[in-house]
């Protein structure tokens, strides 16, 4: 589920450095606990409450509300649900639903589209779902989740703001000892810090399963064919233990409800806090996604309309708010810009027929990261990802040139994939196609 870029050994010796170093500055007065302690394991956390949006509630006014996570955000019932909730505990306000979830991503990618995905939205409150797909690089998951916290409150500090927590099978051992996992807890450290708010649906869905409530997908015989649910159990997933069909979404949506009635009952309103950064030195409340400009594009790249699948599917009508695609296919064709801050990456798409590029920062070739894709954006589907070029740099102008390959990429792993699913056609693995929609950048982008 989680298609997580690898950091880089930037990121490593950054994270490292940052973890045991109060730095001058901004956050000079904090230090970020290395290793990551294990947070308590709670349905509830109050914390400093949803007063704001609470007001506006009652007061009947109209109120706008994200669902920023991932894709048990996107496709989950939990969503609806909630929805469903809020309109019928506070009846005379007018209530708009955002989902602005995307599927198989973290808050790596999360921390960018803030602006775009998040903001223009003029959010009362935002709901974020991010942990779930947030692992390895737990210092990185604090420098994201504080950089999205603290975008939202430099854009308006009485937007409330709640995290929220789902379940994965491989978290029952954490969860029955009444700790967070670790991609939890380096959420939940920056919320404590920050007074947010979180539900922990996890650990709902754990109690359930440990009382013989739930099963975690239907039950099969022998030969694969359905059986009877047990009586007065609750089926949770489509089978993989972590995405939620009807049943599995009810209660993650009354955990919910159970929580935002604790949250409603202690919460007053008022502007939220930004102190200085927990992660000493963190820069990613920084981070934003800005448009390709075809002065940075050599002569073969196009902008796909609605009329071309993949302009109608990622363009910016559609769920994914890529806002307008670029595609470019014969090897040589290029992206070129300059930009001034620490960190860089591209919007892209991955895809059976996407090949492989090569990049250049300040004149020097960067190597692809070790770990999952890299510079080959082949995939057995296509698929919005963030494509992560250098981070840990020092915050000066740098110039950044990305080349399609005349080397076909490894498709092999993603050819095994689509050959286990029906209509799998070998033709469509056979392109060297490279799809961006947004430059992601920690700093500002110069355009030529």
């Known amino acids: 589920m989680?298609?997580?870029?690898?950091?880089?050994?930037?990121?490593?010796?950054?994270?490292?450095?940052?973890?045991?170093?109060?730095?001058?500055?901004?956050?000079?007065?904090?230090?970020m606990p290395d290793p990551i302690p294990d947070m308590p394991a709670k349905v509830t956390q109050v914390r400093g409450g949803l007063g704001n949006v609470l007001e506006k509630l009652e007061a009947g006014k109209p109120v706008a509300i994200v669902y920023f996570g991932t894709s048990i955000t996107r496709g989950s019932a939990w969503l609806t649900k909630n929805v469903v909730w809020f309109k019928k505990t506070f009846p005379k306000a007018e209530i708009k639903a955002i989902n602005a979830a995307i599927g198989a991503t973290s808050s790596d990618l999360g921390v960018f589209r803030v602006q775009d995905h998040v903001l223009k939205h003029k959010p009362d409150l935002v709901f974020i779902e991010f942990s779930i797909n947030d692992g390895g690089n737990l210092p990185q998951n604090c420098r994201n989740i504080e950089g999205i916290v603290r975008q939202i409150w430099n854009a308006d500090p009485r937007t409330d703001l709640c995290l929220v927590h789902m379940f994965r099978p491989s978290y029952s051992e954490a969860l029955k000892a009444g700790k967070c996992t670790k991609s939890q807890s380096s959420h939940e450290i920056v919320a404590d810090y920050y007074g947010i708010p979180s539900i922990n649906a996890?650990?709902?869905?754990?109690?359930c399963l440990a009382a013989g409530k739930l099963c975690l997908s239907a039950p099969k015989d022998a030969e694969g064919k359905p059986m009877p649910v047990p009586t007065g159990m609750t089926v949770y997933s489509i089978g993989d233990g972590v995405h939620p069909v009807d049943g599995g979404a009810?209660?993650?949506?009354?955990?919910?409800?159970?929580?935002?009635?604790?949250?409603?009952?202690?919460?007053?309103?008022?502007?939220?806090?930004?102190?200085?950064?927990?992660?000493?030195g963190n820069r990613m409340e920084n981070a934003r996604m800005v448009p390709l400009d075809p002065k940075m594009l050599s002569s073969g790249w196009v902008k796909l309309d609605e009329s071309h699948p993949h302009g109608k599917r990622f363009g910016a009508g559609g769920q994914y708010n890529m806002s307008g695609v670029w595609e470019a296919h014969q090897p040589g064709e290029s992206i070129r810009f300059r930009f001034k801050g620490t960190q860089v990456a591209l919007y892209d798409l991955r895809a059976p027929d996407a090949g492989q590029v090569t990049v250049t920062l300040d004149g020097q070739e960067v190597k692809s990261p070790v770990g999952y894709l890299g510079f080959s954006r082949a995939h057995a589907d296509c698929w919005p990802c963030s494509m992560f070029i250098a981070g840990g740099l020092a915050n000066h102008a740098h110039d950044v040139e990305i080349k399609i390959s005349?080397?076909?990429?490894?498709?092999?792993?993603?050819?095994?994939?689509?050959?286990?699913?029906?209509?799998?056609?070998?033709?469509?693995?056979?392109?060297?196609?490279?799809?961006?929609?947004?430059?992601?950048v920690v700093g500002d982008v110069v355009v030529p």
């Open 202 to 207: 996890a650990l709902r869905v754990n109690e």
């Open 2 to 31: 989680s298609t997580r870029q690898p950091s880089g050994i930037a990121f490593c010796l950054v994270g490292l450095f940052i973890a045991n170093t109060c730095l001058s500055g901004e956050g000079a007065n904090t230090v």
């Open 250 to 280: 009810a209660i993650i949506a009354d955990a919910a409800a159970e929580a935002l009635k604790s949250m409603f009952a202690a919460s007053k309103p008022g502007a939220h806090l930004l102190k200085p950064t927990f992660v000493p």
């Open 406 to 440: 005349s080397q076909p990429p490894d498709r092999r792993a993603a050819i095994e994939t689509a050959r286990k699913k029906p209509g799998f056609d070998p033709k469509q693995f056979e392109g060297t196609f490279i799809r961006v929609a947004r430059i992601l």
